[in-house]
Each structure stands twice: as structure tokens, then as C-alpha cells.
């Protein structure tokens, strides 16, 4: 039986729980505290933290059924498939033991089944570890102030997996799965500094023209201290950007556990994918040595070009050009501030007319870079649908009044873009990377 990326992201929430708690044993109480954690139905059916649901103290822990490596199976497995070992529960609270989480993802499969389902919900785990009136899950919501007859009538009036947009497996989960696979393909990391080398060139131009009027000392000196004044305050800038990019999409999808050479390969830690409703912009965000890929439903939607996009966000990871635009607004100011500073007409010149003009170009030069990149891993066919799917998003725009005249400052034209790399269905060499 499979499950939604929502259930996998709750179980594997729980195995997290109990071993950040020093037990590795995983209960019905580590499962409610991953529900009241998680996205789905079920976490609107609860409608209470985890922390709510902590603070009734739970008595000591047993030994239990599920130990980890079962979540952890799960999560490897692209399908979902849900398995395990199961053993008696002895995790203790008013109203009696907790079972197993095993045993409560059982339940949950039949339940699904009993729905006509094919795959297991956040609701049908919910269902499932509700349990009796007086057992032992009842009485924790009780005593977090949740009345377990709402949750069991909620769970039976309508169809969360419905309402809550909880339906299957997401369909870039297996694109995901194969990218470890072509780890040793991706570029390696001297492409960051490669990202600083045209304000590093503008710098050197500043220089060489106020080398005879304001000094290389003064400009040095100048940009150093803008440098260090002006760092610290974009970077703050960055990181709130990046928390409020973030908590406007709290949704989860699961990363399968086959992508982790990729990730030794970029440098990161942790990768989460996170999911936005309808069409929106897809973009990847960086933090230290946490990385997120934020994708539209759009493009996971359309499996047949989501690969180049994927593809396209892990090539600016790959190339460091997330950590490099964290970066280069300090550079860029810095060498403003020194041609100010210098109060030669030639050096505000080249700054003033050449800053932009070599802004754009990086700019360009970086999707264009990721193109090649997505293009070599996902096929031209998925570039060009992909282009389709834009063009039609930018028609209806235009339809409805709205209309991005400034897009050409960050990003390349689609129709060279697709120049680069006509699509020739006989000599595609990639179709996908699953």
C-alpha cells in the first residue's frame, strides 16, 4: 500500500521524534505528535501543536514495536510502501498503552482500503491511531484539551484527502529519486568564485582609471569599509527574505533518500522541497549547508518537463550562484561607494553604465549555464515543454492586463533559450533522469 507524501513526511516526523527524544523505539504518541507537526488532512482535523500535546507529561517509555529503520524504510522506498516488524507497545499513559506505530499504520491501510483508496492518508493515520474512547491516545488529547468525539466526527463528515489537496504520491517523487545517481556529473565548486569575477573586474577598472586622481589606496579603502559595513545587513536581509519565502510555503514533499550523494556532492546538509499551490515561480533558497527547492503545483503537475526544472534549481545550487547572490549585492555596493568616494567622472561613468549592463550579463549567463546543465540530465523535449508552458502562462497574463516588462533583467528570453538547444527528438540523448 502506498502512501501520500504527506503520511510518509508524518512517519518519518515520528521516527524523528522519538530518537531526538533518546528513545528509539516509535509509538502511537510519537505518531500524534507527527501529525499535529505535519501537512495534511489530519492536521486540520487536530487543529493542535505538538507542543500542546506534549505538555501533558507522558510517563516513561517501554519497549515498543516500530523501531526506526522501518520509517526509514519507508522513506527510502520511492513507492511509499509501508513495512516493518511489529512488537508489543508498553509506552504508558491514562488509558493504557500506546500500540505500536507499525500496528497503527496497519490499521490505516485497511482503512484506506475500507475507503476504496489505494494509498494511505495523514486522515487514515489519524483515524487509526485515535484508537478507543478510553484508550491511551483519547486521553492525551483530552488532556490537551481536544475532544476526541469532534476528531472521530470530523474524520467521518467529509473527506480530508479531498479537501486538503492529499492525493497520492507526488509526481516528481521518482524524478528525485534518480538525481543521485549523477552525482559525479555536477560541476564542482570553483564556480563560486567564478560568480565574483565580473565586480572583481569592474573593481579593477575602478582602480586603473583613479590610479593617477583619487589613488588605489583611497578606492581600496573606500570599498573595504562599505564591504564591511554593508555585509553583514544584506545577508541579515537574505536570511528574513528567505524565513518569510519559506513560511509562505509550509508544504513538505518528501525527498527520497536516493538523492544523498547529490547533495554530498553540493555541499548540503539537508534538502526539503517545498510545494506551492498553482502557478508560481519555482526557485531554490540556501541557508549555511540547508538548501530548499520551492516548486509550483504547475510544475508538478506536468512530470513530462518538471525534470528540466528540478534539474535547472539544483544547477544554481551546483554552481554556488545562491551563496554568490548573497554575496555580490555587498561587492556591487562597495564598488559604488569607491567611485563616489573618488569623485572621478570616469570611474562613475564605467560604474554608472558598466555596473548594470555586467549585472544582466551574469545574470543571463547563469540560467543560461543551468539550462545547459538541466538540458544535459532531462532532455531537450523537456526544455521546449517547458518554454510552451511559459509562453501560455505569459498569454493568459496578457489576456488578463498583466503583463512582466522588467523579467529580461534577470532572466534570458525563452526564445533564445530554446535556440541554444533545438529539440531533434533522434538525437535527444536524455528523456529523463529517473
Known amino acids: 500500500m502506498r502512501v501520500t507524501d504527506q503520511a510518509l513526511r508524518v512517519l518519518v516526523l515520528a521516527a524523528e521524534e522519538a530518537h531526538g527524544s533518546g528513545e528509539t523505539p516509535v509509538t502511537g504518541y510519537h505518531l500524534l505528535l507527527g501529525l499535529a507537526d505535519g501537512e495534511g488532512g489530519a492536521r486540520h482535523v487536530l487543529d493542535v501543536s505538538a507542543a500542546r ?46 500500540p505500536s506505530a507499525k500496528e497503527i499504520a496497519d490499521r490505516a491501510v485497511s482503512h484506506a482500503q475500507a475507503s476504496g483508496r489505494d494509498y494511505a492518508t495523514t486522515t487514515d493515520l489519524l483515524f487509526a491511531a485515535l484508537g478507543p474512547d478510553d484508550g491511551p491516545a483519547a486521553a492525551l488529547l483530552r488532556a490537551a484539551g481536544v475532544d476526541p468525539a469532534r476528531i472521530r466526527a470530523a474524520l467521518t463528515e467529509q ?79 537574505v536570511r528574513q527574505q528567505t524565513r518569510a519565502s519559506l513560511a509562505s510555503t509550509p508544504e513538505t514533499l518528501i525527498v527520497p533518500a536516493g538523492i544523498r550523494p547529490l547533495l554530498d556532492r553540493l555541499g548540503v546538509r539537508d534538502l526539503e522541497v517545498r510545494r506551492r499551490p498553482g502557478v508560481a515561480a519555482d ?30 534549481e539544483i544547477a544554481h545550487l551546483a554552481r554556488r550562484d545562491i551563496l554568490m547572490s548573497q554575496i555580490r549585492p555587498a561587492a556591487w555596493f562597495s564598488v559604488y561607494c569607491a567611485a563616489l568616494i573618488s569623485v572621478d567622472f570616469r570611474a562613475l561613468a564605467i560604474v554608472v553604465v558598466g555596473g548594470p549592463l555586467l549585472i544582466v550579463a551574469q545574470r543571463w549567463w547563469s540560467e543560461l549555464a543551468c539550462d545547459r546543465l538541466a538540458v544535459r540530465f532531462a532532455g531537450t523535449a523537456a526544455l521546449h515543454g517547458w518554454v510552451a508552458d511559459q509562453r501560455e502562462i505569459q498569454r493568459i497574463a496578457r489576456r488578463q492586463g498583466v503583463q512582466e516588462r522588467w523579467s529580461w533583467l534577470t532572466h534570458p528570453p525563452l526564445a533564445l533559450r530554446t535556440a541554444l538547444h533545438p529539440h531533434s527528438p533522434a538525437a535527444d540523448p536524455v528523456a529523463s533522469p529517473a
Open 159 to 237: 473527506d480530508h484527502a479531498t479537501c486538503c489537496a492529499e492525493s497520492g504520491i507526488s509526481k516528481i517523487r521518482p524524478i528525485l529519486a534518480g538525481m543521485g545517481s549523477h552525482a559525479a556529473r555536477m560541476p564542482g565548486r570553483f564556480r563560486a568564485a567564478a560568480g565574483l569575477l565580473p565586480v572583481l573586474l569592474l573593481y579593477a577598472v575602478v582602480v586603473a582609471v583613479t590610479w593617477d586622481s583619487a589613488g588605489p589606496e583611497t578606492v581600496l579603502v573606500i570599498g573595504a569599509l562599505a564591504w564591511l559595513v554593508m555585509g553583514p545587513l544584506f545577508q541579515l536581509r
Open 53 to 98: 500535546l506534549r505538555a501533558p507529561a507522558p510517563p516513561p517509555p517501554g519497549e515498543v514495536a516500530l523501531a526506526g529503520e522501518a520509517v526509514a524504510g519507508v522513506e527510502a522506498g520511492v513507492a511509499g510502501e509501508i513495512d516493518g516488524a511489529s512488537s508489543p507497545a508498553v509506552r504508558e499513559i491514562a488509558g493504557g498503552s500506546f
Open 283 to 312: 526557485r531554490c533558497l540556501r541557508l549555511g549547508r540547508r538548501a530548499w527547492l520551492v516548486i509550483s503545483g504547475n510544475t508538478e503537475d506536468h512530470p513530462e518537463w518538471a525534470g528540466f526544472v528540478l534539474w535547472h
